[in-house]
């Protein structure tokens, strides 16, 4: 990695910057981003059979970015399609002494975040320093710096690879002379661009909103509402003595009522969903939910055991609303498989906290299925990423399974490597099908015995019960009797209390059969 010029001596002049994104000439900027990238090349990302149809990729590609499109437009067809100008981005970030390669990894991440975005990405610039800069983030000679590369470049905008204090991007944006935002902006677009449905919608502008709040900024004299006094004193008379409240008061309020419409809505999708999981546990059907890092394959895995048909795209943060899907074991137990929005390293704690609602499908699960991407260059990362929201959400001590996704992409000497970071792992692939049988044998066994076993002749005349027991129960044993039909089972509370009327005691089981 090439240094730039160090600067003279001084409180800026730390480290100096080094450069780590290779300029893009296209959209595919990530991808020169070596092994390290965080998406999959495209010869590897080609969907499944398992897939389905995927039509909602087509409505998603509706509103297509292109490059070099002119702001104005040349003719109706541009128009027609909804074409929008991709957005040329520089990115940068600050790192401590010996963290140079975990900032190389997040900083192509970011990279990856940008481009699922609309943006194309033309330079990283990373500054090692111990802190950063309190003003300007990446320190007042380094941002001089980094407007030269963004003049030079012609870049529309700066991401900085952290959370910006109002007054850090206010101060980076004054030495730029271009827009700044920060990661945290970049993964809230992506959400806004990707929710579905009501709730996600409202999930995603609630963070937004509570990310706008301390951020709003004034624009002199015109945002004010608190003119006043007389005219000859540099007021402006009569009809002008409003209320005292300035534009961003205004603004300030109006955000906070609207939080409060938004937070009122989400909370009023909780009964809907409460009453589903409430009727699963009352039938004793166990859940398994399949969390994990974004961009994992966790949407590919659920359509590869459910032929669920779940939107697959090689995108960061594709699947925001989780899906429900029905599975049954071979011995004909019937469980549900949830996939669940992605996580990523600096994950907002506004989206943590709009999404806690989605995420309580994590917290009440009795499996997790936590997949990691075998092929991304830092998955102990990402197994502690998703282990710390895990946890937060309060499911630290559900029983996980933790499967290495996408198999068919690393060698024998990387597999040796992951078995030494997690030797109980799976490995699997929703692309071939590689390990599935036996990532389907390891859920069954994972799956948690319903709470009563029972002995009951049941009459022939109910044959719902013994449906219900083949559908919801752990059946060992049916035999025919000239009573009815004679089960040992393990089920659950509610169907052991329709049972009890023709519970027999293992005794009674056991004696001869009368014909």
């Excluded at 999930?203 to 006043?228: C, H, I, K, T």
């Excluded at 209320?243 to 809505?265: C, F, V």
């Amino acid at each position: 990695m090439d240094a730039t010029t160090p600067e003279p001596a001084g409180p800026a002049a730390v480290d100096p910057v080094d450069r780590v994104l290779a300029n893009a000439q296209s959209h595919s900027g990530v991808r020169l981003f070596g092994a390290a990238q965080a998406l999959q090349d495209d010869a590897t990302a080609t969907g499944a059979d398992t897939d389905g149809e995927q039509w909602d990729r087509q409505e998603r590609a509706a509103l297509r970015r292109v490059g070099g499109l002119s702001t104005e437009l040349q003719d109706v067809t541009e128009v027609e399609y909804r074409q929008l100008r991709l957005e040329n981005v520089v990115l940068v970030g600050v790192h401590p002494q010996g963290a140079t390669e975990d900032a190389e990894n997040s900083l192509r991440e970011l990279a990856a975040l940008a481009e699922t975005a609309g943006a194309v990405v033309l330079d990283g610039l990373l500054q090692r320093r111990p802190h950063p800069d309190p003003a300007t983030y990446v320190g007042r000679g380094k941002a001089q710096e980094l407007r030269d590369t963004v003049a030079a470049l012609g870049a529309d905008t700066v991401i900085a690879d952290t959370e910006l204090a109002p007054s850090q991007r206010r101060a980076l944006e004054d030495v730029v002379k271009v827009k700044v935002i920060d990661r945290t902006t970049v993964i809230l677009d992506i959400f806004s661009q990707h929710a579905k449905s009501r709730e996600g919608k409202a999930q995603v502008e609630l963070a937004q909103l509570e990310y706008l709040l301390p951020r709003l900024r004034g624009w002199g004299d015109s945002m004010s509402r608190q003119a006043g006094g007389q005219v000859g004193a540099g007021g402006a008379g009569m009809g002008s003595r409003g209320p005292g409240e300035t534009k961003i008061e205004l603004d300030r309020r109006r955000i906070r009522t609207r939080m409060a419409q938004l937070r009122r809505h989400i909370k009023e999708f909780g009964p809907a969903r409460e009453s589903k999981r409430a009727e699963r546990k009352r039938h004793s059907i166990p859940s398994v939910a399949i969390a994990g890092y974004t961009n994992a394959g966790k949407s590919s895995l659920l359509n590869r055991l459910t032929s669920a048909g779940v939107l697959v795209e090689n995108a960061l943060f594709a699947t925001l609303d989780a899906t429900v899907r029905r599975s049954e074991a071979a011995d004909g137990r019937v469980y549900t498989l949830t996939d669940t929005v992605g996580f990523v390293r600096n994950l907002p704690h506004q989206l943590v906290e709009a999404f806690r609602s989605t995420l309580e499908e994590v917290a009440d699960a009795d499996v997790i299925v936590h997949v990691v991407d075998a092929a991304h260059p830092d998955p102990a990362a990402q197994l502690a990423t998703v282990r710390d929201v895990i946890g937060d959400v309060g499911g630290r001590d559900i029983r996980e399974l933790v499967v290495f996704n996408k198999a068919d992409l690393v060698d024998d000497n990387t597999r040796l490597v992951l078995r030494g970071l997690e030797p109980a792992a799976l490995f699997v692939s929703s692309r071939t099908g590689e390990g599935i049988d036996a990532l389907r044998t390891a859920i069954e066994r994972a799956l948690p015995l319903p709470a009563v076993e029972i002995t009951a002749l049941v009459p022939y005349d109910r044959g719902d019960l013994v449906s219900a027991v083949h559908e919801s129960g752990m059946l060992l044993t049916e035999r025919h009797e000239p009573g009815g039909t004679l089960l040992h089972a393990h089920v659950g509370r509610h169907l052991a209390a329709q049972l009890a009327p023709y519970a027999i005691s293992p005794d009674q089981a056991a004696q001869p059969r009368r014909d």
